[in-house]
C-alpha cells in the first residue's frame, strides 16, 4: 500500500479517539515488517508532525476551500500541506503524487481540486508566517488552541514564544535501563553494534537516542531496558527509595515510575501500586514482570481513598493524574481535548490525592509530588497550598544531576522547562512530614 495512503488511514483512526502512541505502536506491531525502517520513521515524522499543526494545517486548508468535508481528503491534503512546508520537501512531487492518489480513490474533478489547492498554498506559503505575526495568530502558527496561548502570554510574558516553539519540537527517543537485569555498559555495546549514538546522557541509566523505537528489540521485550524520559525517572529517583522501605506509588500506571522504585529498592521491601483503573492496574503487573521486580503489589484503588489500606509508609510518590502538557512533544493530542476548566479540576483532584496521601505517611518520612506539565495551578499553587495547609509538613531540597535545564520555584519545587530541549516539561518536588 502507499505509504501516504498508511499515513492518511492512520490519521482517519487518529480522529475516531485513539491514543497517537498507542495507534502507531499498534500499526507497527502488526505492519512493520512490510516497513523498511526509513519508512517508518517517515511515518513517525508525518503521521505526529500533522497532529502537531494540526491548527495550522487545517487553517491552511480552510482558507482555500470550505467545501472539505470528507475525512481522507482532509488528511491528504494536511499531510502534503505538511511535507511541503514543514519538511521542505519536493512540492512539484507532493502535488503530482497527492493528485494521483485523489483520482484513483475519489475521481479525477478531485484530483484535480487537491491540486489546485496545493499549487496554490506553494505559491503563498512564505507569507504564511509574517501574515499570522502581524494578525496576531501565533496561536494558529504554532497551533495551539486560543484560550492556551492567552495563558502561555500571560504566565511567561517575553519567553511565551519560546515555551510554544519547545513544545512544537520533534521529540528524541529515550530509553532506560534496567538495572536489576543488565548494566550501563552492556547497553552502550548494544548501542555501538548496532550504530546508534547517544545524544544525552541521564546520570543514572536514562539515554537520549538517535534511532527510532526500540521496542521491536530483545533487550526491550526481555526487560532490560524500557522506553522512559528522563524527567519521568528523574520524578521517581527523587523520592530516594531504600531496600527494605515500605512505599506507596498512588497513581502508578503503567508501572514506569515503580520500576525505578523497585531498582532504588533493590527489589527489597514493598511498593504498593495503585491506579483507579482495572485495566491499567493489569498494565503494572505485566510491567513488573517483564522487568524482574518482584516487590510491587499492584491495586486498583481511588487514591483519596488511601486510608483504607491502615497502612503507614516510609516515603510515598504522588505522580497526580494532570493536563499532560509538558509532555505534548510526544503525546500532542493531549493540547486539543483540554480547557482551562480541565485544568482546575485536575489541580483539585491533584490536591485531594495529595493530602489523603500524606495521612498515610510516617512522621519523618517523605512525598515526592510530580506532574508532567507546565501551569502553576497544577504546581507551584498546588504545592504552596499544601504547605499552607499542612505545618508539619515542609519541603525539603532536591537534587538533580546538572545537564537538566529548568528553574526551581520559591517553595524548592523543579520545574524543568521548555528551556530543556530533550527531557519532558515536569514538576518535582519534595516534603518531608516533621510531626
Ligand atoms: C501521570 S499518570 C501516572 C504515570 C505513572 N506514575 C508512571 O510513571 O507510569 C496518572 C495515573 O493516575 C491514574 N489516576 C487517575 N485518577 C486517579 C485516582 N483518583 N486514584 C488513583 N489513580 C488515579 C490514571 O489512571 C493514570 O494512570
Known amino acids: 500500500m502507499n505509504i501516504k495512503v498508511r499515513i492518511v488511514k492512520l490519521l482517519m483512526e487518529f480522529e475516531e479517539g485513539k491514543y497517537s502512541n498507542l495507534l502507531l505502536n499498534d500499526y507497527f506491531r502488526e505492519h512493520g515488517h512490510e516497513l523498511t525502517r526509513g519508512e517508518k520513521a517517515f511515518i513517525t515524522e508525518v503521521f505526529y508532525g500533522v497532529i502537531r499543526n494540526l491548527i495550522f494545517l487545517d487553517y491552511q486548508i480552510d482558507k482555500r476551500s470550505k467545501k472539505v468535508h470528507r475525512r481522507w ?20 512531487g507532493i502535488a503530482w503524487e497527492a493528485t494521483e492518489l485523489t483520482n484513483e480513490k475519489l475521481g479525477t474533478y478531485v484530483g484535480g481540486f487537491v491540486n489546485g489547492i496545493l499549487r496554490n498554498f506553494f505559491r503563498e506559503m512564505e507569507e504564511e508566517e509574517n501574515f499570522l505575526r502581524e ?8 497551533s495551539y488552541p486560543r484560550w492556551f496561548y492567552e495563558k502561555v502570554v500571560a504566565e511567561y510574558g517575553e519567553e511565551a514564544e519560546e515555551v510554544l516553539k519547545s513544545y512544537k519540537r520533534i521529540p528524541s527517543m529515550s530509553v532506560r535501563v534496567n538495572t536489576l537485569k ?88 514493598t511498593i504498593t501500586s ?31 481513598e488511601v486510608a483504607e489500606l491502615n497502612t503507614e509508609f516510609d516515603k510515598i510518590l504522588v505522580d497526580a493524574p494532570c493536563s499532560g502538557y509538558g509532555v505534548i512533544r510526544k503525546k500532542p493530542e493531549a493540547l486539543y481535548n483540554k480547557d482551562m476548566e480541565s485544568v482546575e479540576e485536575l489541580a483539585n483532584l491533584q490536591y485531594e490525592i495529595l493530602t ?31 504547605l499552607a495547609e499542612n505545618p508539619n509538613f515542609e519541603a525539603v531540597s532536591i537534587e538533580l544531576p546538572g545537564n537538566i535545564k529548568g528553574k526551581f520555584d520559591h517553595l524548592g519545587g523543579f520545574n524543568i522547562d521548555y528551556t530543556e530541549e530533550h527531557l519532558d516539561g515536569f514538576y518535582i518536588i519534595k516534603f518531608k512530614k516533621n510531626s
Open 356 to 386: 489523603a496521601a500524606s495521612k498515610v505517611l510516617k512522621v519523618g518520612g517523605e512525598l515526592v509530588y510530580s506532574t508532567c506539565t507546565i501551569f502553576k495551578e497544577e504546581n507551584t499553587d498546588n504545592a504552596a497550598k499544601f
Open 182 to 269: 543488565y548494566s550501563e555498559e552492556e547497553f552502550e555495546e548494544f548501542l555501538d553494534r548496532k550504530n546508534i549514538k547517544i545524544i544525552k546522557y541521564i546520570e543514572g541509566g536514562v539515554y537520549y537516542l538517535d534511532s527510532g523505537s526500540l521496542i521491536d528489540t530483545p533487550e526491550f521485550k526481555s526487560g532490560k531496558i524500557v522506553p522512559q524520559d528522563g524527567a519521568s525517572f528523574l520524578a521517581a529517583r527523587t523520592l530516594g527509595a531504600k531496600a527494605g522501605e515500605r512505599v506507596l506509588d498512588t497513581c502508578s500506571a503503567p508501572g514506569t515510575k515503580s520500576m525505578v522504585l523497585a531498582e532504588d529498592m533493590k527489589n527489597e521491601g
Open 274 to 304: 495503585l491506579d483507579i483503573h482495572n485495566h491499567k492496574v493489569r498494565l503494572i503487573r505485566r510491567s513488573a514482570k517483564r522487568m524482574g521486580v518482584e516487590i510491587v503489589e499492584a491495586k486498583k484503588l481511588d487514591a483519596r
Open 73 to 92: 481528503l482532509r488528511n491528504m491534503l494536511r499531510l502534503s500541506m505538511y511535507q511541503a512546508y514543514f519538511m521542505n520537501s519536493d512540492e512539484a
Open 135 to 142: 494578525n496576531d495568530a501565533l496561536d494558529i502558527f504554532y
